[in-house]
């Protein structure tokens, strides 16, 4: 007696992919195996941890601890940055004072009994204190000289000239030192510069 097997032939077998085609072209939706039926039936927040109340209370204590140390922290640096500041400027009077005095000095030798040569040696012995002290504070005059190229990152032109060699933007006179603080340029050099005009007139009449 033959025995049957239970495996239908191959003509009888469903070809998935070829059930998926029909399902499409017929507009059936293959239902989703069990494993997928699972996960979308899955609560949204069912993976999420949910935050305690207690947790997040201790969460807001942090947060209010790290904001108040931070603005006591931004306190304290102005504070500190105030008193340097202070503790600066105390240093530049008391370095004053001694200009001050060297001054008062040569104010008493205005009473007719000292020369004049010695008033202007005492004058001009302040004048250099004052620039050594500047200087030593990080101050250093912008060097020009007359014929130098007129720069506006460093001169200011006060007023304009005609130049008898019609040359043009140089430096005619120095009217005011400028000075740099450091880096920064605190004043500008002050000069007279040239136009050059009179050449180009004298061309054009020609």
């Known amino acids: ?6 495996k239908p032939p191959e003509s009888e077998q469903e070809d998935p992919r070829r059930t998926a085609e029909a399902g499409r072209r017929g507009g059936v939706v293959a239902e989703p195996t069990s494993r997928e039926s699972a996960g979308s039936n899955r609560a949204p927040d069912e993976d999420t941890e949910q935050l305690s109340l207690e947790d997040y209370n201790n969460l807001l204590e942090d947060y209010r601890r790290i904001a108040a140390e931070f603005d006591n922290y931004r306190k304290r640096q102005a504070r500190d940055f105030n008193r340097l500041i202070s503790q600066g ?6 370095e004053l004072l001694a200009v001050l005095d060297n001054f008062d000095r040569a104010r008493d030798t205005l009473d007719g009994k000292h020369p004049d040569s010695e008033i202007i040696t005492g004058l001009i012995q302040i004048g250099n204190q004052i620039v050594s002290l500047l200087q030593k504070e990080g101050l250093a005059e912008v060097v020009t000289k007359e014929g ?19 040359t043009v933007d140089e430096v005619m006179q120095v009217l005011q030192k400028g000075y740099r603080f450091g880096q920064d340029l605190i004043r500008p050099v002050r000069v007279k510069v040239s136009r050059g005009l009179k050449r180009e007139v004298e061309d054009a009449g020609e």
Request: glycine content about 4%; aromatic content about 4%; cysteine-free.
């Open 89 to 94: 400027r105390r240093q530049l009077v008391t």
């Open 148 to 166: 130098d190229h007129f720069d506006p990152n460093i001169h200011e032109a006060m007023m304009a000239e005609d130049s008898a060699d019609g």
């Open 1 to 6: 007696m033959t025995r049957r097997s239970a």
